[in-house]
């Protein structure tokens, strides 16, 4: 099944842009930081009850977008994978507040 990438209509102002895609009943919402924050991707997949997430942000107040966006897509988030160990994929998890609420497995894929 293929989708086509579109603009995602904000819910929350941002300075990044969203791009949403829909495959069956799972959407990729994909968050990209502007220029300013060099142009960092997270992935938020949504299934039916909750969202995963690959990748933080590396400046914080783009890291603090995401956050702000999840929360508008109304399901718990039940874990968050980083894809390699560069910072620009990591440095910004201190401002997801549900990473500490609970334990979260949070995965680090091997390089």
């Given at each position: ?5 579109k603009p995602?209509e904000?819910?929350v102002?941002?300075?990044g842009?969203v ?17 300013d924050?060099?142009?960092?991707n997270?992935?938020?997949?949504e ?10 942000q ?17 399901k718990p ?5 980083l894809s390699?160990?560069?910072s620009?994929?990591?440095?910004g998890l201190?401002?997801?507040d ?5 334990c979260?497995p949070l ?5």
């Amino acid at each position: 099944m293929e989708a086509a990438w579109k603009p995602h209509e904000k819910p929350v102002a941002l300075k990044g842009n969203v791009y949403v895609s829909t495959y069956g009943q799972t959407k990729v919402h994909s968050y990209l930081s502007p220029p300013d924050g060099l142009m960092v991707n997270t992935q938020i997949v949504e299934g039916h009850s909750s969202v995963v997430i690959f990748d933080g942000q590396l400046h914080l107040p783009y890291a603090e977008e995401v956050a702000s966006y999840i929360k508008t897509i109304g399901k718990p988030v039940d874990r968050f994978i980083l894809s390699h160990g560069h910072s620009d994929h990591w440095s910004g998890l201190q401002v997801y507040d549900f990473l500490q609420q609970k334990c979260m497995p949070l995965q680090v894929l091997p390089s």
